[in-house]
């Protein structure tokens, strides 16, 4: 499936941003508008492109390319008319578009939820133009578009309708019947893109489908500024631990932020290689008697060691290998960490009680790993097995907790019991899942 993004307006609300460059190209945690609406709509599923360029088009064009930068097909369309409505953008895009039973419309100043293109393209139901919405009302700032609905048909559209249900999001799934309905708009003096459809509307034509996940209209430096917040807060997943919710992701965050926006494309895997040097040397310290700076180290690892996975999202460079390597390299942290810890003990102390709780807490920790992976596998769903769970977050902060204090010994106890105590609790669960399955 094609995609049409419209991309030639100057987005003068943006001030200074788009004073040298066209809106297309503000950059938003590392990309541009533009380059987080064609990645959205690859994942989507989309990776034929028309973009229609106006103000200062030749910059898009320099920066954006053919496409191959990002495995997709992107082609040009030039209207001179940038400062009229945006419905005469997409007319010219008509010989693109003309031959294609359906395709989707984008806005480039909109930033989305990959999902909500997912859901216009496995969108079934025959209708000549599908509009997603959303019924948030409390979103509507005043400038955005609003919608009128009559049993999820579209009966009018408008900047300024005084009775609506619903707020255009910018996203679109469209036949060819749209540019015969531009045209009869145009007739009557309105060259926007809500004209068209509002023609559309009129004949029943129009379908409106609730948006799923996130959105948002650039239209301001406070929006991109509120996009950024509302991106890095996504970032939190159902199965973080409670430390990981309460402290650190509060840190890695900000530092992804900061590597998106000074490196943008920066390789994902080099922060999970990075974090786990952090790891080693961790382990090396807690060896040599270090324990206090091996505990800090350690916890900073832990931190670093969810940037990788918020880089990748953030920056679209998520891979399968990437996935697999980060969880290798947890796993042999986490080995290091607690023998590292197990060894110091025993250089200090020589007791041999060191080494069953070294075997029980490796043991505790590995099956951890294991029995989230296996039920995930099994069942094909996330596995949450508590909100309160021994996850690598909780295990390294108790390891930091413990060698700053210089308990080592307690702490490889409470760590052998807390995990094992939770392996045995996963157990239960999944045994009784194993049962309730047809």
Not at 205 to 216: K, N, P, Q, S
Not at 279 to 292: E, M
Not at 324 to 350: K, N, P, Q, T, V
């Amino acid at each position: 499936m094609k995609a049409v993004i419209l991309a030639a307006g100057r987005g003068s609300r943006l001030g200074e941003l788009t004073k040298e460059r066209p809106k297309g190209l503000v950059k938003l945690l590392g990309l541009t508008l533009l380059e987080r609406a064609i990645l959205s709509a690859k994942e989507g599923g989309v990776e034929d492109f028309v973009i229609v360029i106006g103000y200062k088009g030749e910059k898009i064009r320099e920066e954006i390319g053919d496409g191959k930068r990002y495995s997709a097909r992107i082609r040009y369309v030039e209207n001179e008319e940038w400062e009229k409505g945006n419905g005469l953008s997409l007319l010219k895009a008509r010989d693109h578009l003309s031959s294609e039973s359906r395709f989707i419309i984008m806005m480039c100043d909109h930033v989305f939820d990959p999902s909500a293109i997912k859901k216009l393209v496995n969108f079934k139901e025959e209708y000549p133009f599908v509009l997603l919405v959303d019924r948030d009302l409390s979103r509507d700032t005043g400038e955005a578009t609003r919608v009128k609905l009559s049993n999820n048909l579209v009966i009018d559209i408008g900047k300024g309708l005084k009775e609506y249900q619903a707020l255009d999001c910018g996203l679109m799934l469209s036949t060819p019947e749209i540019f015969r309905a531009i045209e009869e708009s145009l007739k009557v003096g309105d060259d926007s893109l809500s004209g068209g459809i509002r023609v559309l509307s009129k004949k029943g034509g129009v379908r409106a489908l609730e948006i799923d996940g996130f959105w948002m209209d650039i239209d301001t430096p406070e929006n991109l500024s509120e996009a950024e917040r509302t991106l890095l807060n996504s970032l939190t997943k159902p199965e973080d631990g409670i430390i990981s919710r309460s402290i650190n992701r509060r840190i890695s965050t900000r530092i992804s932020a900061l590597i998106l926006k000074k490196w943008g494309r920066v390789n994902p895997n080099l922060i999970s290689a990075f974090s786990f040097l952090i790891a080693i040397s961790s382990s090396i310290l807690f060896a040599i008697g270090s324990l206090a700076l091996g505990g800090i180290l350690a916890q900073t690892s832990s931190i670093i060691d969810g940037c990788d996975g918020e880089v990748a999202r953030l920056g679209f460079r998520r891979s399968k290998f990437g996935a697999w390597l980060d969880s290798l390299l947890d796993r042999i942290a986490d080995f290091s960490m607690i023998f590292g810890l197990s060894w110091g003990y025993w250089e200090l102390a020589h007791d041999q009680v060191v080494w069953p709780l070294c075997f029980l807490s490796l043991m505790g920790t590995f099956l951890i790993s294991y029995t989230g992976s296996k039920y995930e596998l099994d069942f094909g769903e996330l596995a949450v097995f508590s909100r309160v769970d021994a996850t690598r977050d909780v295990r390294i902060f108790l390891l930091m907790i413990g060698a700053i204090l210089g308990r080592p010994i307690e702490t490889l106890l409470l760590l052998a019991v807390i995990t094992n105590s939770m392996v045995i609790r996963r157990i239960l669960i999944t045994w009784k899942r194993w049962r309730e399955s047809p």
